[in-house]
């Protein structure tokens, strides 16, 4: 039962086009969820977070936004550059005792063509 | 600088040998996580450590053994019992109640 879902597990954009990708989650206890990107053979990077009493939160070229009604989070990428190729995970975080626990979705490869 | 590190990257493993994989971080981090990535499947918890001597079952826990001795170290067993034990595996720590989690580079096991 995979509580976070990433149904696109491929997307290609055009350098400079804004680059769209969507995670939907189904435990309404998740209050806090993230982005990382990662490259081949490398562990992930950090890249955005937002909490569940915000519907947006920008950094630079990155914006996630969240529609709780809709268990729905998406990242915005614009302008999409060609190393923005990478793929890219939701995650989604609930407290578990005195730390919490990221439950993450499948990916997105996004391959920026320029 | 601070970080957590993976050895090996690359890792071979005849069938039937059991193997260790390392893990340390000097950020100071209480809690410890181990993943696998298969293609098309993400990232399956494995194991997890909140504090030093304890350890926790993740999803896919069965075929693999951990230890946390020390706060910086977290090694992760890879049994003869795991039945499919090629994957790139990933190390992961953080702060008590922190948001999110630190990686290693991870190490890639190979069953030849």
């Known amino acids: 039962d995979q509580q976070v879902k990433q149904n696109s597990p491929s997307l290609s954009v055009q350098e400079g086009r804004i680059s769209i990708l969507n995670c939907d989650y189904t435990n309404s206890m998740f209050d806090y969820f993230l982005w990382y990107k990662k490259y081949p053979a490398e562990g992930p990077t950090f890249l955005i977070s937002?909490?569940?009493?915000?519907d947006k939160n920008e950094d630079g070229r990155f914006t996630v936004f969240l529609n709780k009604s809709a268990k729905h989070l998406s990242l915005h990428i614009v302008p999409s550059q060609p190393g923005d190729s990478a793929v890219y995970f939701c995650a989604a975080s609930v407290a578990s005792g005195s730390a919490r626990q990221l439950t993450f979705g499948s990916g997105t490869q996004l391959t920026v063509l320029p | 600088d601070g970080g957590i590190t993976q050895s090996p990257k690359y890792l071979f493993r005849k069938e039937g040998q059991n193997v260790t994989l390392s893990c340390e971080q000097n950020l100071n981090h209480d809690a410890m996580y181990w993943y696998r990535q298969d293609p098309g499947q993400g990232l399956r918890l494995i194991y997890y450590s909140q504090i030093v001597n304890d350890f926790q079952k993740g999803d896919i826990a069965e075929g693999y053994s951990v230890s946390r001795e020390k706060k910086e170290s977290f090694p992760l067993t890879v049994t003869s019992a795991q039945k499919n034990p090629t994957a790139f595996y990933l190390c992961a720590s953080s702060m008590d109640g922190s948001y999110g989690y630190t990686f290693g580079s991870g190490t890639r096991l190979t069953v030849v």
């Open positions: 937002i909490s569940s009493i915000k």
